[in-house]
């Protein structure tokens, strides 16, 4: 069982920037990627990005070049560093988990807000 926090959302004005972190506790020892969705009023659930534990990266065309995700093995906490942010990347962000058992672990989610 792993339990997922995030944090870092919040409103803030178009090109403007955010940082989004997510704790991971619990069997923490079986995380083999985590990474960022959301989900706008009225839309589907959307990949953002994902980060394995090894570093590699990969990120949705629509925040390519916007985002960067990260992660710290040692606190087990993915981070999520969003800039030139626009309305259309306002959503709730939800934190992911996938372990080394393909078992799938979701946050409770961080409302983003960017105004224009």
Not at 41 to 62: L, M
Request: glycine share 10%.
């Amino acid at each position: 069982q792993v339990h997922l926090v995030e944090s870092g959302g919040g409103l803030v004005q178009a090109g403007g920037s955010l940082r989004l972190s997510c704790a991971a506790s619990g069997l923490t020892y079986r995380i083999a990627a985590m990474g960022w969705y959301r989900q706008a009023p009225g839309k589907e659930h959307e990949w953002v990005a994902t980060i394995t534990r090894t570093g590699t990266t990969n990120y949705a065309d629509s925040v390519k070049g916007r985002c960067t995700i990260s992660i710290d093995n040692t606190k087990n906490t993915v981070y999520l560093q969003m800039s030139s942010l626009n309305p259309e990347d306002t959503a709730v962000y939800y934190c992911n988990l996938v372990d080394t058992q393909a078992l799938s672990s979701w946050g409770q989610g961080t409302q983003v807000t960017v105004s224009s």
